[in-house]
């Protein structure tokens, strides 16, 4: 029911005043892992970027490459970091990437900017991102789009997940004033964080990882609903459950590290926002709760008198259950509504309940293979789309 409330304030999208002169100098960073099918397409998206090109630099980390990705990035003209490592992932990559820049005593920066090597990126990106900036936010992540939102009932969930969570969930905390969330990708850092704070998110959600060390430290996340990042979404279901439990895995990590410092922090302070983070990692645990609940209950259905009931379903009458079940299935269609979705995601909502489903599965396979982080599992991206034919 929170969440419910959280997202009424996303209904309304606010005006800001924005300076968009030209003045913030960026790195943009990119770890591409055997990206030669797409890579092309995203250097092509940054240098067509609507902003001065003496004003930001592109690097590609190539890590672990066993394909053409470097080679490919040079023909591009951009900057190209070549790393081999038995240390996988991005967040190493990051890591590595960042103790590289520090070394060049010859650029200064004033943020950085991370993608992943699938993406597209919107012409305005770091003209919002520059406007963000001189508001006076460190931490900045972008809207999360979707390039291949047709390609399978599984990309359509993603896209109608994303729509709905971009405008009902992060817009919704940026307008009450709470931290949003990294999101891995099209997110801007102040490159002074870095120096204060390091990176050290190494585990399979850095993102998530930094987002709580940000908050920790008292720093909280800002959203830019006007600027986008269009991802590759995985097509086949064996891939989505790869990549969700490689989520759940630094899920659980993050959750069983940050969440009682967090509520800690906040009581000691009097401050809504880190309860709020705190309530945000608490997720697993709802939806191992949930499932509970859901097993408890068919058993109390399919036989007269039950050896157990649960104390969950007792609390309410049976039409609050049956209310609550409709609203957080169709709820989420209101921020397709107000994002001007189109009409093919009311289509795609039809499988999106199987969509829903799945993640109790892989929070269960989450939480059992949480104390692996290393294991980095990668998501082949082969859709090579131009940025031209989504603006």
């Not at 993406?119 to 972008?142: D, P, Y």
Request: include cysteine; charged fraction near 20%.
């Amino acid at each position: 029911m929170y969440y419910y409330f959280v997202s009424f304030f996303g209904w309304k999208k606010h005006e800001e005043r924005k300076d968009y002169t030209p003045v913030k100098r960026f790195a943009l960073l990119t770890a591409a892992h055997n990206e030669e099918a797409v890579i092309r397409y995203h250097i092509e998206s940054l240098r067509k970027l609507n902003y001065p090109a003496e004003l930001y630099d592109i690097y590609i980390i190539a890590d672990n490459c066993t394909d053409q990705t470097a080679e490919v990035a040079r023909r591009e003209g951009v900057n190209v970091f070549e790393r081999f490592s038995t240390l996988r992932g991005k967040g190493f990559a990051l890591e590595w990437m960042f103790n590289e820049l520090n070394k060049m005593e010859d650029k200064q920066y004033d943020a950085i900017c991370l993608f992943d090597a699938d993406n597209v990126v919107s012409s305005n990106f770091l003209l919002e991102m520059n406007a963000k900036l001189k508001q006076g936010h460190r931490s900045i992540q972008g809207y999360l789009d979707t390039k291949n939102p047709n390609d399978s009932w599984v990309t359509a969930c993603y896209a109608t997940a994303y729509w709905s969570m971009n405008r009902m969930w992060q817009l919704a905390r940026y307008n009450l004033g709470l931290s949003n969330a990294l999101g891995g990708t099209g997110l801007c850092l102040e490159y002074s964080l870095i120096r204060e704070y390091g990176w050290g998110a190494t585990c399979l959600t850095e993102d998530l990882e930094f987002t709580m060390k940000l908050l920790q430290n008292g720093i909280k996340t800002a959203w830019a609903h006007d600027c986008k990042v269009y991802d590759e979404k995985p097509v086949y279901f064996s891939q989505t459950w790869r990549q969700r439990t490689r989520w759940l895995q630094g899920h659980w990590d993050v959750a069983l590290r940050y969440m009682i410092p967090l509520i800690k922090k906040g009581i000691r302070e009097r401050k809504w926002y880190p309860i709020d983070a705190a309530i945000y990692l608490f997720q697993p645990f709802l939806i191992m709760t949930m499932l509970v609940n859901m097993l408890i209950t068919a058993v109390a259905v399919l036989f007269p008198e039950p050896i157990y009931a649960s104390p969950i379903t007792s609390m309410m009458p049976g039409w609050f259950w049956v209310l609550f079940g409709v609203l957080g299935y169709s709820y989420p269609m209101l921020g397709l509504y107000l994002e001007g979705a189109p009409k093919e995601a009311y289509y795609y909502y039809i499988t999106y309940p199987i969509y829903g489903l799945t993640w109790f599965p892989v929070t269960i396979v989450g939480l059992f293979k949480h104390g692996n982080q290393t294991e980095w599992a990668h998501t082949m991206h082969t859709r090579g789309i131009s940025i031209t034919s989504l603006e």
